[in-house]
T-cell receptor, first 115, second 111 residues
Framework: DAGVIQSPRHEVTEMGQEVTLRCKPI?????LFWYRQTMMRGLELLIY????????DSGMPEDRFSAKMPNASFSTLKIQPSEPRDSAVYFC?????????????FGEGSWLTVV | RKEVEQDPGPFNVPEGATVAFNCTYS??????FFWYRQDCRKEPKLLMS???SGNEDGRFTAQLNRASQYISLLIRDSKLSDSATYLC????????????FGPGTSLSVIP
């Protein structure tokens, strides 16, 4: 079975450039999460969607970050303009979040380096 | 008080040892609890859920103490392959569920 699919897996970009990270959740999962992980701050929830609707974006660092989920099978996280402090691993995750299964399934992550 | 706290470690233990981690949470409205495992440079993966009555999966035992607001993970007969970071996770029952990850505890099992 296909898991959560993220792209790109690795990206190196220059400060000021736009970065777009993509995610395809597991089919049938109603919840989609974007996390960022760094050594200093650990795993941080940026935003999550339920049935394509953004529910909580309080973790989004600032206006440079935006996320969309135009349909049930696709989401993007965009950083514009990017800064060196945005360097991190960005995980997309999905969950059916039913009473029977609350597991969060993570993608392999997008490793972002902003120079 | 932080929403969730874990001893970051690292815990360095010899093969065959028993090791235990605790994770405390501050919000009594927390609904469901889990332990996730994250290997170096990999994504977190579910290790086991934590049930009120406690549960066991092979060498792993998880317990929940709602009164004191903590969960624990016990690993018996540690293997080299157990070396990883262990994250406690809980969900909040609000209008929609929100998932909170702890900062993780690093475990190194030494030959």
């Amino acid at each position: 079975d296909a898991g959560v699919i993220q792209s790109p897996r690795h990206e190196v970009t220059e400060m000021g450039q736009e970065v777009t990270l993509r995610c395809k959740p597991i089919s049938g999962h109603d919840y989609l999460f974007w996390y960022r992980q760094t050594m200093m701050r650990g795993l941080e929830l940026l935003i999550y969607f339920n049935n394509n609707v953004p529910i909580d974006d309080s973790g989004m660092p600032e206006d440079r970050f935006s996320a969309k989920m135009p349909n049930a099978s696709f989401s993007t996280l965009k950083i514009q303009p990017s800064e060196p402090r945005d360097s991190a691993v960005y995980f997309c995750a999905s969950s059916p979040h039913t009473g029977a299964d609350d597991t969060i399934y993570f993608g392999e992550g997008s490793w972002l380096t902003v120079v | 008080r932080k929403e969730v706290e874990q001893d970051p470690g690292p815990f360095n233990v010899p093969e065959g040892a028993t090791v235990a981690f605790n994770c405390t949470y501050s919000n009594s409205a927390s609904q469901s609890f889990f332990w996730y495992r994250q290997d170096c440079r990999k994504e977190p993966k579910l290790l086991m859920s934590v049930y009120s009555s406690g549960n066991e999966d092979g060498r792993f035992t998880a317990q929940l103490n709602r009164a004191s607001q903590y969960i624990s993970l016990l690993i018996r007969d540690s293997k080299l392959s157990d070396s990883a970071t262990y994250l406690c996770v809980f969900t909040m029952k609000t209008s929609y569920d929100k998932v909170i990850f702890g900062p993780g505890t690093s475990l190194s099992v030494i030959p």
